[in-house]
Nanobody, 123 residues
Framework: VQLQASGGGSVQAGGSLRLSCPAV????????LSWFRQAPGKEREFVAG????????FYADSVKGRFTISRDDADYMVYLRMNNLKPEDTALYLC????WGTGSRVETDYEYWGRGTQVTVSS
């Protein structure tokens, strides 16, 4: 599975962005999908995940209520809607996939990773 995150950019605090992650050439319908992020000098951290069935979503406490993960299996896509962005959200955002995934927060559980997209939030 080839993934490619896009949609990042530079925004002011309080702004919004929507990240997209299309799969190239195949459906994501049987894959658990998640977004992770990594800020300079910090470890990669889980942001949000959705189960392979789409029935459940999971969020890091730091983004709960502000970010929304969704999937569109017909378009081979996973999205991350980010509202009320804060400077501490600044990071490289990466999408990840694993067959039959159930929303794990552990990065080593994921088999496929896309190139990241940079999000920069200024105060």
């Amino acid at each position: 599975v080839q993934l490619q995150a896009s949609g990042g950019g530079s925004v002011q605090a309080g702004g919004s962005l929507r990240l997209s992650c299309p799969a190239v050439g195949r459906s994501l319908s049987n894959y658990g999908l998640s977004w992770f992020r990594q800020a300079p000098g910090k470890e990669r951290e889980f942001v949000a995940g959705v189960t392979w069935s789409g029935g459940e979503t999971f969020y890091a406490d730091s983004v709960k209520g502000r970010f929304t993960i969704s999937r569109d299996d017909a378009d081979y896509m996973v999205y991350l809607r980010m509202n009320n962005l804060k400077p501490e959200d600044t990071a490289l955002y990466l999408c990840a996939a694993v067959p039959w995934g159930t929303g794990s927060r552990v990065e080593t559980d994921y088999e496929y990773w896309g190139r990241g997209t940079q999000v920069t939030v200024s105060s």
